[in-house]
T-cell receptor, first 111, second 113 residues
């Protein structure tokens, strides 16, 4: 079983819509959760992190965490073509000194 | 402010050849990492260095060696390259270990024939 699972997509949404990206993780002791965005041919960059259950909002982005269900999601409101990228979920693991990354979900925002 | 700089950006090797990927950061970060990224596999940690003078294995260390030359520099060496090592390699740094933001270099695309 993979530690961090994401639907690889592609996920296509029209411009202005809400994009919903999901991630599940296997380690119930995980404490920190990150969303990275990676444009094609570029390196990942951090867009959100969340440590506590509930929602965390930053501009058009909202991260949601449910530790009981071992589920973290990223909502992108008013999606723009510039949001088209692969979104990587990353999770810390109990006793490990590194992040475990999912394989990413490719998002395409259609103008 | 360059952030994390990797060299080379592209490299083609023949099976059995050796090479070193260089990485330097100018953010005074303590921890540095080498990841590889393959289609369908995501980012996988090869080695990391929590602080100057220490290195540890990650998820996929076989076939690689690393050196933390000083606080700024962390190199990755392939002693005898294999086609399975064809990948995009990313160096990253962070202020501390897991739980903090990773800053990535631009990546190095390696092809082993």
């Amino acid at each position: 079983q993979k530690e961090v699972e994401q639907n690889s997509g592609p996920l296509s949404v029209p411009e202005g819509a809400i994009a919903s990206l999901n991630c599940t993780y296997s380690d119930r002791g995980s404490q920190s959760f990150f969303w990275y965005r990676q444009y094609s041919g570029k390196s990942p960059e951090l867009i959100m992190f969340i440590y506590s259950n509930g929602d965390k909002e930053d501009g058009r982005f909202t991260a949601q965490l449910n530790k009981a269900s071992q589920y973290v999601s990223l909502l992108i409101r008013d999606s723009q073509p510039s949001d088209s990228a692969t979104y990587l979920c990353a999770v810390t693991q109990t006793g490990a000194n590194n992040l475990f990354f999912g394989t990413g979900t490719r998002l395409t925002v259609i103008p | 402010n360059a952030g994390v700089t990797q060299t080379p950006k592209f490299q083609v090797l023949k099976t059995g050849q050796s090479m070193t990927l260089q990485c330097a950061q100018d953010m005074n970060h303590n921890s540095m990492y080498w990841y590889r990224q393959d289609p369908g596999m995501g980012l996988r940690l090869i080695y990391y260095s929590a602080s100057e003078g220490t290195t540890d294995k990650g998820e996929v260390p076989n076939g690689y060696n690393v050196s933390r030359l000083n606080k700024r520099e962390f190199s990755l060496r392939l002693e005898s390259a294999a086609p399975s090592q064809t990948s995009v390699y990313f160096c990253a740094s962070s202020l501390g270990l897991a739980g903090g933001e990773l800053f990535f270099g631009e990546g190095s695309r390696l092809t082993v024939l």
